[in-house]
């Protein structure tokens, strides 16, 4: 299982930490992303990190960081200077295997996906 949190209301220019922890099968990936998911857009690749970096949306590149916690089993999406077309619902997900990095951003590469939490960012 991925269980996402830490969304929330925050105002433009403002910051937010999302987690995900991993638990059970899903706690040993390889490769652990981030994608998110505005009203009436499709879904779309935020963030992911692997054992040869980490990787980013030109939308978010500068303003979002990427870490993981291999002890805890978690991954944290930091988000800073955030804008009003920030405000989507982030999903977290897990991939078993690594990947070649161009194809990280596609969500069918991922195994596991947490349940989504919301970030509203006001303007």
């Known amino acids: 299982q991925l269980q996402a949190s830490g969304g929330g209301l925050v105002q433009a220019g403002g910051s937010l930490r999302l987690s995900c922890e991993a638990s059970?099968?899903?706690?040993?990936?390889?490769?652990m992303g981030w994608f998110r998911q505005a009203p009436g857009k499709e879904r779309e690749f935020v963030a992911a990190i692997r054992w040869a970096g980490t990787y980013y949306a030109d939308s978010v590149k500068g303003r979002f960081t990427i870490s993981r916690d291999n002890a805890k089993n978690t991954v944290y999406l930091y988000m800073n200077r955030l804008k009003p077309e920030d405000t989507a619902v982030y999903y977290c997900?897990?991939?078993?295997?690594?990947?070649?990095?161009?194809?990280?951003?596609?969500?069918?590469?991922?195994?596991?996906w947490g349940q989504g939490t919301l970030v509203t960012v006001s303007s």
């Open positions: 997900a897990a991939r078993r295997g690594d990947v070649i990095s161009s194809a990280l951003r596609s969500g069918v590469q991922y195994d596991y």
């Open positions: 059970g099968r899903t706690s040993r990936n390889n490769v």
